[in-house]
């Protein structure tokens, strides 16, 4: 079974700051790896994704990450945080065609 | 906008009450799956429709239950709600091709409280 395991429940990052969202996942096959990232009051929307390929990905408001097989992570960052990207970020992974598995999802602070 | 409805947006039952949430698919999306969001939690897969038929599910009991219909929007039932069935209930759809680009749509949830 093929598993996510997101360090730290809450990070809190200054206004401009590097923003740093750990991931590691745990997986017998090649995996296929997402973040999300959920606004209050709102659903899930996809960042970026890992299938095959470039292991650096860039997604969408700034965010990369990036697939290390080596040391199983898939770490998001963003170089300068904006108050905007205060929210609940979830890592998940997921074979083709069937369910993704999320983390437990971490929660981004922007102070000013 | 994803182009995927979720109704009602809240909700509110006692125990041992039963409840339908709905879900209206994205056009063109042939499959939908269901996620049930607890307070903190990260979302946990429930079961998925395609054309249908339920063809994956979570460790969920027999009383979480769906339906699809033939245009392809979807239908959570639980049965005997417990305290615990408390959370924000995701539908997500996608165009079910299994493909490496499929990329799956999620509603913004029904939150479902049980007193």
């Known amino acids: 079974a093929q598993s996510v395991t997101q360090l730290g429940s809450h990070v809190s990052v200054s206004e401009g700051a590097l923003v740093l969202l750990r991931c590691n996942y745990s997986s017998s096959v090649p995996p296929y790896l997402f973040w999300y990232v959920q606004y209050p009051n709102q659903g899930l929307q996809l960042l970026l994704k890992?299938?095959?390929?470039?292991?650096l990905v860039k997604g969408i408001n700034g965010f990369e990450a990036e697939f290390k097989k080596s040391e199983t992570s898939f770490h998001l960052t963003k170089p300068s945080a904006h108050m905007s990207d205060a929210a609940e970020y979830f890592c998940?992974?997921?074979?083709?065609?069937?369910?993704?598995?999320f983390g437990k999802g971490t929660s981004l602070l922007v102070t000013p | 906008e994803t182009g995927v409805t979720q109704s009602p947006t809240h909700l509110i039952k006692t125990r041992g009450q039963q409840v339908t949430l709905r879900c209206s698919s994205q056009?063109?999306?042939?499959?939908v799956s269901w996620y049930q969001q607890a307070l903190g939690q990260g979302p946990q897969f429930i079961f998925q429709?395609?054309?249908?038929?339920?063809?994956g599910r979570g460790n969920f009991p027999p009383r979480f239950s769906g339906l699809q219909f033939p245009n392809y929007s979807s239908e959570l039932n639980v049965n005997a709600l417990e305290l615990d069935d408390s959370a924000l209930y995701l539908c997500?759809?996608?165009?079910?091709?299994?493909?490496?680009?499929?990329?799956?749509?999620f509603g913004s949830g029904t939150q479902l409280s049980v007193l």
């Open positions: 997500a759809s996608s165009s079910g091709d299994r493909g490496i680009d499929e990329k799956l749509f």
């Open positions: 429709y395609y054309r249908e038929e339920e063809n």
């Open positions: 890992y299938t095959t390929g470039a292991t």
């Open positions: 056009s063109g999306h042939n499959t």
């Open positions: 998940a992974v997921r074979p083709p065609g069937y369910a993704l598995n």
